[in-house]
């Protein structure tokens, strides 16, 4: 069995519904995205559901290998990276080769990738995510009412430009939630838009009337320090991680004790990657969080993580080209036993958004929005629904 | 499929240039689908097998092995003869794993075929043994080994025996790398004490402390004292011992010990470590089957060998040639057992302290 080749197909998706965070409030309805197909000479093919910049150069260091060699291509690979760094998009090409490896690993066991992994249970446990910076206070109620009605507890609500909105929105998603739990889970999210002073202030007034359970983003991702004080200084964990690339991008934060939580994703170089992050992260007794996948595929991952926590669910309904084996359930994300990562792709589908590719709105990823870390810019009138009297 | 029983075989052996003999284990998880996982270990662990196997394994898909682990060693975090146990039927369910895959144990756990640079370890004063550098010696002529550690059992560490191993090693090519491994018979001031005394003839590469003596304190100072790599590990539970480590980077060179860490939690260390590039060195372990895991783990430094050939009981495919140990390709951890040999060598219990009791027949 061996690697012979792969191509990347690209496309334009366009969601159901638009996200958004403060750094872009009016949002995004259009994504870019890729899928990786990594063909052998056996005719089982792995993919992954991104893909970098790069990949030509990489691909040296696994073809013709065993796919199922996944964690000694991952050192073979990364080493290569050496002066350049595993970083940015390089980061990316890494790691869509790792995901579509270990896809390769699990069919040729003719497991899901769950097992592959080592997973009791095909199942983690679910919070619901808006990315809901730009949905009116209705939609907002909308969408964590639909996940509630799931069996979710737990959502994590965009903030950052207006303490009143937030703090009203904050109770609008609990109340939504409170068919699921009498006390739901709250989190929040300013995705790197405050100091760690301003994180402070501004947590602290939420707190005065929620209880929140941990703070995503309150400061820059490198920022071990500022990380640290907000974390001190406020009630809620601090959570980070998701736009850092490897795990030496870590190392700094779980030493100086600055998170509480960590985010996981694909982006944390793919599968062999995110568990060395994990594990540790498992060493200094900090529990990770996976973060949103389209079609959950990651789910796979996290359930095999022993100190996984939950893992973030957005379902802006992206997997129109895709078919996926898994379904929410209880609250839970629960994982069939199709083999690899159990997505497959729809080529027709793929074709004709290819052929015809969808228009929408926004620009991502999201630029860094202006004041961040010094002063607030909100919204302006009619960038989003949300702010009244303005 | 579903795990059905597990059963242990307990077998004393005579050791190769040692007069007294050498007890170990044999553990063998069955399935319903006629499927067997083995594993050598080298205590009785008959008793916390079987509770084990009860609370936590049977029925169970024994493909979950890290979920399996998961729940067992949050039960049992730190060392003791249950958390031995768990070590073990890991160790045996990842063979059996393997074996399912039709695979070698190296392959199952995505690593490549890699040789890793094998240190050859042993006792100070390994009873009835040979001179040490003899055993040195034999080990550089025959197999190219050129890294040599020392395990002290006293309270010391005895110059005239790592001069030996020096001089043993020592070949045109250069100076043998020499590590020495106190376990826990000194404290960290003694150790520092001792090796500044040493580091005046050797190059040490290494200096190795254990139970109780392993506080992240006592290394971090090892560490700052001396110009060798603190090193610990053996013995210690994979995450419950290795917080304070981690937290104050205590360690500079860690042992990755399948005996209390099984395979899912050597693989979970090793990557723990990566995050700031700690360089692993694998203990040694029964048929020298911790050697599959190096090409899978991302920053292994080399494997420790007490045994470079297995005793007449069993077969294991590890290979060692100039200085390198390579796994082999069968499946599983490759581990093959004579069953005539077995039974001849299987005895009843072991005693306590580990002394002979004659092997008898089993009945």
């Not at chain 1, 170089?269 to 996976?290: K, Y």
């Not at chain 2, 590890?318 to 200085?323: K, M, P, S, T």
Request: proline residues 5%; glycine residues 10%; positive net charge.
């Amino acid at each position: 069995m061996k690697i012979t080749g792969f191509r990347i197909e690209q496309y334009l998706m366009r969601m159901d519904r638009a996200i958004a965070d403060c750094n872009l409030p009016g949002g995004v309805n259009l994504l870019p995205g890729a899928i990786l197909f990594l063909e052998t000479d056996e005719n089982i093919t792995g993919i992954a559901l991104s893909a970098g910049a790069g990949m030509d150069s990489l691909f040296r260091f696994i073809e013709g290998a065993d796919p199922r060699e996944v964690c000694g291509l991952w050192v073979k690979m990364n080493d290569s990276l050496h002066k350049i760094g595993n970083r940015g998009i390089t980061s990316f090409g890494l790691s869509a080769f790792d995901m579509a490896l270990w896809d390769l690993k699990a069919k040729l066991e003719d497991a899901p990738l769950w097992r592959t992994l080592g997973a009791r249970e095909g199942r983690v446990r679910a919070y619901a995510s808006g990315l809901d910076y730009c949905l009116s206070d209705d939609e907002l109620f909308a969408f964590y009412r639909r996940l509630a009605e799931q069996g979710v507890t737990a959502g994590k609500l965009k903030v950052g430009l207006d303490l009143e909105a937030d703090m009203r929105r904050l109770g609008i998603m609990r109340e939504a939630l409170s068919v699921a739990s009498k006390k739901p889970g709250l989190m929040i999210d300013a995705n790197e838009y405050w100091s760690a002073k301003q994180a402070v202030r501004w947590i602290s007034r939420m707190e005065q009337q929620y209880d929140l359970i941990w703070a995503e983003e309150p400061a820059r991702r490198w920022d071990y320090h500022g990380l640290r004080q907000v974390s001190r200084q406020v009630k809620a964990g601090v959570a980070t991680g998701e736009n850092l690339h490897s795990v030496d991008d870590f190392y700094p934060l779980l030493a100086n004790g600055a998170t509480d939580v960590i985010n996981v994703w694909t982006g944390h170089s793919g599968v062999t990657g995110c568990r060395q992050v994990a594990n540790l992260a498992l060493a200094h007794g900090v529990p990770v969080s996976m973060m949103n996948a389209q079609a959950n595929y990651m789910a796979h991952v996290a359930a095999a993580l022993p100190n996984h926590w939950m893992m973030e669910v957005v379902d802006p309904g992206r997997e129109h080209c895709l078919r996926y084996d898994n379904r929410i359930e209880d609250g839970f994300i629960v994982l069939g036993n199709s083999p690899g990562w159990g997505v497959d792709v729809d080529l027709k589908k793929l074709k004709a958004l290819q052929d015809n590719p969808p228009q929408g709105k926004g620009e991502f990823p999201f630029p860094r929005r202006e004041g961040a870390g010094r002063y607030i810019v909100p919204p302006k009138p009619g960038e989003v629904p949300w702010r009244s009297g303005r | 499929m579903k795990l059905t029983g597990a059963s242990t075989t307990l077998f004393r052996y005579p050791a190769p240039g040692r007069s007294s003999s050498r007890a170990g284990s044999l553990l063998e998880l069955t399935t319903d689908e006629g499927m067997t996982g083995i594993a050598i270990g080298d205590a009785d662990l008959r008793a916390p097998i079987a509770a084990l196997f009860q609370d936590f394994l049977k029925g169970e898909d024994p493909r979950a092995a890290p979920g399996l682990w998961h729940r067992m060693q949050e039960a049992h975090p730190r060392a003791g003869r249950a958390r031995a146990a768990i070590a073990l039927i890991d160790v045996a369910l990842w063979d059996l794993k393997a074996r399912m895959n039709n695979e070698p144990l190296w392959k199952t756990l995505g690593g490549s075929r890699l040789a890793v640079n094998a240190c050859a370890s042993r006792a100070d004063a390994t009873p009835g043994a040979r001179d040490a550098g003899a055993w040195f010696e034999d080990t550089k002529h025959r197999l190219g080994f050129r890294s040599g550690m020392l395990r002290s059992t006293g309270r010391r560490i005895d110059g005239h025996r790592l001069e030996q191993v020096r001089d043993a090693l020592a070949n045109g090519a250069g100076e043998p790398e020499l590590g020495v491994d106190t376990g826990g018979t000194l404290a960290a001031a003694e150790v520092i004490r001792r090796v500044r005394t040493l580091e005046k003839r050797f190059d040490i590469a290494w200096i190795a402390l254990g139970p109780p003596h392993a506080s992240a304190r006592g290394l971090r100072q090892v560490s700052d004292s001396v110009r060798a790599a603190a090193c610990a590990g053996r013995g210690l539970c994979f995450p419950r011992d290795f917080h304070r480590h981690f937290q104050q980077r205590s360690i500079d060179l860690v042992q990755v010990d399948l005996r209390v860490n099984g395979i899912t939690g050597a693989l979970q260390l090793a990557e723990a470590a990566y995050g700031y590039e700690l360089p692993v060195m694998l203990c040694a372990a029964p048929g020298n089957i911790h050697v599959h895991l190096a090409g899978a783990m991302p920053y292994v430094m080399n494997a420790e060998i007490t045994e470079p050939a297995p005793p007449a009981l069993y077969r294991t495919g590890v290979r060692i040639e100039d200085g390198r140990a390579r796994p082999g390709k069968t499946p599983g951890t490759g581990i093959t057992v004579d069953r005539a040999a077995l039974a001849r060598a299987t005895v009843d219990r072991l005693s306590p302290r580990g002394k002979t009791a004659r092997p008898r027949r089993k009945k």
